[in-house]
Structure formats: structure tokens, C-alpha cells
């Protein structure tokens, strides 16, 4: 069972998931920090509604003396934030004690993507004709082909698909909808898993629930997929072809992103294919094309590595 909070934290919660469509890891994450707060809060002998930010900024160098890292420390910043401006909102305290509480700063990281070649290799690698092995591969596909989070990918209905159409209806964060398109592989794909051999030969003789039977990805059992099971299904068959170190459903992402823009694309197309609030998310993989750029320049051109000189 999830640690229990005070009343306020619940109601904060509880906004989060119904007004803000916080996703349930989202939730947990911030349960997970406020309870530590209040925990240690309460050895303090301090009354979290009450605290000042003096208080808090000592809770922060306690966490980092215990080994946080800043991105541990900086999402704990945030949901501590958005519990007292939520206090400030509904009236339960006038003054919020984090106003002047800064978050760590975190490196900006480019993120992880696969060779072209290397994403061929781990697409064509699944080629069977069993039920689960048509699964994988339309998994992978849309995973790559659409750049949708994982979560998005499991999350998907059967109505949907409109595969005529050549899109993908999904809901991101917040649960916001957009069409993403779906390309030739990726329906090819799908459409074998959808066909006789591959979905319904996975279908329990009863659904336990309409979630499960609207499904697009089931388990084995006949369940909708989790992201768990999603995840653990990439990373085996990444293993399988010796990429299980560097693949992850999100490096799927990333990868799908960065040769988008490797290609010519947009980079208002590539925002909106991928489902980013901001524009300045998507200007990341701006600069991991111009890395690849360059790195594939000094490992192709004879004297890009040679020294001016007469």
C-alpha cells in the first residue's frame, strides 16, 4: 500500500490526478516525496503546514546528504512546490514557505539514440510467426515509427486506429489527444498482429474487463499490456541482437526524433508528432543531429582529423 499523507497532501493528490491528468508514476513519485517530508517533518517536531523555508531548504541538504541526485532532488523540490502553491490556492496557509526555494540544476544531457542501421537490425531481427512475435514487432514499429511515449503505446484502444487513414490517435500528458501518423512498416505490422494469427489467437474465451478487450497490445494472458510487460518485451528482444545495454522503449524515442530531423523534418512537425508542450524539448534533438553530424564526419572523412599545415 502507498504511505499515507495528511489530508492536505491527499487533496493535492487527488487535484493532481483528476483536474491535472498526472500520470499514475507521476503520482506515486510525488507520494513517494511528500511522505519523506512529512516523515521528516514530523521528527522534526514541525507542522508541514506551518514550516518556513529555512525548514525546507534543511530537508533538501538532508536528502542530498543522503544521496540523492539532482534529479531526485529537483522533482522532490517540485512536488513540494506545487503542495504548498495548491495550500496558497485553497486557503490553507497564506504565505508559500517555497517561493525562494531554487531547484538544483540539472545537466543538459542529450539523449540516446540508435544508429539507423541498429533500429533495421533490432526491427528485422523479429520475424516470426508466432502471436507474440507479431506483438513485438508491431510494438517496436510503433514505438519507432511514432515516437510515442510507451506509456501512450500500451495505452492505446483498438478504436483508436485508423489505419486507412494512415494516423494514430493517442493521449499524451495531461491527457491530451493527438494524431500521430503511422507509417507503411509500422500498418504492415499492426495489421498482421490484428490478423488471425497474431491478436486473436491471444484472446482469452472471456475478458476480465473492457479495458482488456479494447486493447490494442494484450499480454499472454489476454490482458491489455502494462508498460512493465511492454518494456521487459523490448529489452528481450534488444538482447536477443545485442543491443540490450542501449535500448529502452525511450531510446525507440529519441531515435525516432533524431533521424526525423537527420531527414529534413520540421521541428515544429517533429514537436508535434512526439507531443511536446514546448518547442524548446524538441530543440534537444536539434543539437544531437548536429552530433551525429559531426561525429559521423570524423569517422568518414580522410583528413577530417588532420592538422592545418603547409
Request: net charge positive; with cysteine.
Amino acid at each position: 500500500m502507498p504511505d499515507p499523507l495528511s489530508p492536505g497532501a491527499e487533496e493535492y493528490l487527488s487535484w493532481l490526478a483528476v483536474e491535472k491528468g498526472r500520470s499514475r508514476n507521476t503520482l506515486l513519485a510525488y507520494r513517494r516525496d511528500i511522505a519523506t517530508f512529512e516523515q521528516w517533518a514530523e521528527a522534526e517536531g514541525l507542522d508541514p503546514v506551518a514550516i518556513g523555508p529555512e525548514a525546507l531548504e534543511r530537508h533538501l541538504d538532508d536528502l542530498r546528504v543522503q544521496g540523492r541526485n539532482p534529479a531526485s532532488l529537483a522533482r522532490a523540490t517540485t512536488a513540494l512546490r506545487g503542495l504548498y502553491r495548491f495550500w496558497v490556492v485553497e486557503g490553507t496557509i497564506t504565505v508559500d514557505p517555497t517561493a525562494d526555494v531554487r531547484s538544483p540544476k540539472l545537466p543538459r544531457r542529450l539523449p540516446k539514440a540508435l544508429e539507423e542501421s541498429q533500429v533495421v537490425g533490432l526491427l528485422e531481427s523479429v520475424d516470426g510467426i508466432e502471436p507474440v512475435d507479431l506483438r513485438d514487432r508491431a510494438l517496436l514499429e510503433v514505438l519507432y515509427g511514432t515516437g510515442a511515449r510507451i506509456s501512450e503505446v500500451v495505452g492505446l484502444s483498438l478504436m483508436d486506429l485508423t489505419r486507412d487513414d494512415g494516423l494514430l490517435r493517442v493521449f499524451g500528458k495531461g491527457a491530451k489527444e493527438r494524431l500521430v501518423p503511422l507509417g507503411g512498416p509500422a500498418r504492415s505490422a499492426l495489421d498482421r498482429w490484428l490478423g488471425p494469427q497474431g491478436r486473436p489467437r491471444m484472446e482469452p474465451r472471456r475478458f476480465a474487463g473492457r479495458s482488456d478487450a479494447e486493447a490494442v497490445f494484450l499480454n499472454v494472458r489476454g490482458a491489455r499490456l502494462s508498460r512493465q510487460g511492454a518494456w521487459a518485451a523490448v529489452q528481450g528482444r534488444a538482447q536477443r541482437v545485442g543491443l540490450g545495454d542501449v535500448v529502452s522503449p525511450h531510446v525507440l524515442r529519441h531515435s525516432c526524433a533524431s533521424h526525423m530531423l537527420a531527414h529534413g523534418a520540421d521541428i515544429r512537425v517533429v514537436q508535434e508528432v512526439l507531443g511536446h508542450v514546448s518547442i524548446a524539448t524538441t530543440q534537444i534533438y536539434t543539437r544531437l543531429s548536429q552530433e551525429h553530424l559531426r561525429s559521423s564526419y570524423q569517422r568518414a572523412h580522410p583528413r577530417a582529423g588532420a592538422t592545418g599545415g603547409r
